[in-house]
């Protein structure tokens, strides 16, 4: 499948299931009706912080967008490589690859290629969710900021965070990363 028609599906999968209209999730998200309505219908490649946006009004980890819920075939166990989800973001080149399968599970996977010299700051916090990350360096070497902390990672690193604050992955090198991060999503406790 299209990785643009995939992200369109579950974007409007989860908006229509929060009974949001594109006016509310635009003023939730900060990214304008004219833009979601052009995510939706898979007509747009929206950068990582777009999408950041997005995930974070609906309450999901930015994976979740990946996704392919598709309602005609039983959920599997396996992901096969090649029916893995491949996304590239058009501002920094960063690739990731949704390495879950598409059964019911609170983990998701994913495999992420880090260009030289690039780098993509996430300011938004999710909604009605407590996510938590781990990133496994695999090769090279990435700077991460998460609020005022900063770490350098290197192969074999991991690092374990929670996304509730500006995060920032930097690979200030002058070759490729590599790493795997790990995320789990639970409901975020009401008072």
């Not at 998460?146 to 996304?163: E, I, P, S």
Request: glycine share 6%; charged share 20%; no cysteine.
């Amino acid at each position: 499948m299209d990785i643009n028609l995939l992200i369109a599906r579950r974007v409007r999968e989860l908006r229509d299931s929060q009974s949001l209209s594109l006016e509310a999730l635009a003023t939730r998200s900060g990214v304008s009706r004219s833009n979601i309505s052009l995510i939706e219908r898979g007509e747009s490649s929206p950068t990582a912080a777009v999408l950041d946006k997005l995930a974070s009004a609906l309450g999901v980890a930015l994976a979740s967008l990946f996704e392919d819920k598709d309602g005609d075939s039983a959920p599997s166990p396996v992901a096969r490589v090649a029916e893995q989800p491949v996304w590239t973001d058009p501002g920094s080149g960063y690739m990731r690859r949704s390495l879950s399968p598409s059964a019911p599970s609170p983990l998701q996977l994913v495999d992420v290629v880090f260009p030289a010299g690039q780098r993509v700051a996430y300011d938004s916090v999710p909604h009605n969710a407590d996510i938590h990350q781990q990133v496994w360096m695999i090769e090279g070497a990435m700077e991460i900021s998460v609020g005022d902390q900063q770490w350098r990672l290197a192969a074999g690193d991991t690092l374990a965070m929670r996304l509730d604050r500006h995060i920032v992955y930097h690979n200030p090198t002058s070759q490729q990363a590599r790493y795997l991060v790990a995320l789990v999503t639970a409901a975020r406790r009401t008072a």
